[in-house]
């Protein structure tokens, strides 16, 4: 995954909102998955197709941050949201 690399929720998931934290459910694996506010708004960026960059320059916006502190911490959480198959890669020529 690059910064180029554009990702999108995965279509099967449902999920509900339970005080701070978001809970994902995949009935096709048969697991749920819990995310912090953090990762509750990254989630909700992703529900259209979003280049990893973007993501980046949003968090580190939102949170007064340096591009370069949040990349390696929201790398990581996407990168385990792929490994999940919570997200998936989107084809840019697929993109309107």
Not at 1 to 21: K, N, P, S
Not at 28 to 37: D, E, P, V
Not at 39 to 51: C, D, E, H, K
Not at 64 to 85: P, Q
């Amino acid at each position: 995954m690059t910064a180029d690399t554009i990702l999108v929720r995965d279509g099967e998931l449902a999920f509900v909102l339970l005080q701070d934290a978001l809970v994902l459910l995949s009935v096709q694996r048969g697991a749920y998955f819990s995310l912090n506010k953090v990762g509750s708004q990254i989630w909700n960026m992703l529900i259209r197709p979003r280049r990893v960059g973007e993501i980046f320059d949003a968090m580190a916006e939102i949170h007064d941050v340096d591009r370069d502190v949040v990349t390696k911490d929201v790398f990581n959480f996407l990168d385990a949201l792929l490994e999940r198959h919570l997200v998936r890669v989107v084809n840019p020529d697929m993109i309107a």
